[in-house]
């Protein structure tokens, strides 16, 4: 695998765009689903706090559709914060802040104290359930009175082993179809970057910190309502599930 982008952002994200799809080819829909919370219930220009931003992928479809809105990118990933940073390159309406989750005082770094929706997806899993639920804790602190969370990520329902078996054969098959055809997986995607000459360095960090992937669970997403509840939200339900993924969403 030779392929170099360099500082070419926009092929950047859209090659993370291919990659997270060849797992999740219902991604779009979470983020739509996701996007119209937002707007029912804090309003077409929010002041947005987006989770573990990675490359920024909740950030440019929150922008694309609500070009009033503002949006807070926190991660500690040094090379999808290059590539996020890259891509909104003068655009003030985005900042973007490193900081550990794992670190209590991580909120002190963020530029607001409050925020209309905290967003996240496919990011949290890599936290263990007694961590994640100690960051709702904190995540309940920056939402304003009104305001939503919202995680779209992996959360499986142990009560039904048959059916998660049969639909993960059939993910699987489709994926290795789509991988016959030259889609890139997770460590294709992570080879490209580290033999890039411009995310090399940021890729190598990356690994540093994490490892070849962070540890974690993926707890239910009746356990993630009642987490959220629990941490002072007052409403928490799923708003859109996938036979793998739910997007569950708590109003604060």
């Given at each position: ?58 950030t440019a ?24 940073e890259?891509?909104?390159a ?12 794992k ?50 990520d ?53 690994f ?7 540890d974690?669970d ?35």
């Open positions: 695998m030779t392929t170099t982008l360099g500082s070419d952002w926009h092929a950047w994200q859209e090659s993370w765009d291919r990659q997270q799809e060849w797992y999740m080819p219902d991604r779009e829909e979470r983020f739509r689903v996701m996007l119209d919370m937002v707007e029912a219930l804090v309003g077409p220009a929010p002041r947005v706090l987006d989770l573990a931003c990675g490359t920024g992928s909740i479809r929150l922008l694309e559709r609500f070009p009033d809105a503002v949006s807070t990118g926190v991660d500690l990933d040094p090379a999808l914060l290059t590539i996020a890259g891509t909104f003068g655009d003030d309406r985005v900042t973007f802040v490193t900081a550990d989750l670190d209590p005082d991580w909120t002190a770094l963020l530029p607001y104290d409050a925020y209309d929706a905290v967003l996240t997806a496919t990011a949290l899993h890599w936290l263990y359930s007694e961590p994640l639920a100690a960051l709702y804790g904190q995540v309940a602190g920056l939402v304003r009175d009104g305001g939503v969370f919202m995680n779209a992996h959360m499986a329902d142990e009560s039904t082993p048959r059916i998660n078996a049969a639909e993960r054969a059939q993910r699987h098959v489709r994926m290795e179809a789509a991988k016959a055809a030259g889609a890139l997986d997770w460590a294709d995607w992570w080879q490209l970057a580290a033999a890039d000459p411009v995310l090399a360095g940021p890729t190598a960090r990356r540093e910190i994490y490892g070849v992937h962070a974690g993926t707890p239910s997403a009746e356990w993630h309502a009642r987490a959220l509840r629990s941490a002072g939200f007052a409403e928490a339900r799923t708003v859109w599930c996938s036979p793998s993924d739910a997007l569950v969403l708590a109003v604060r």
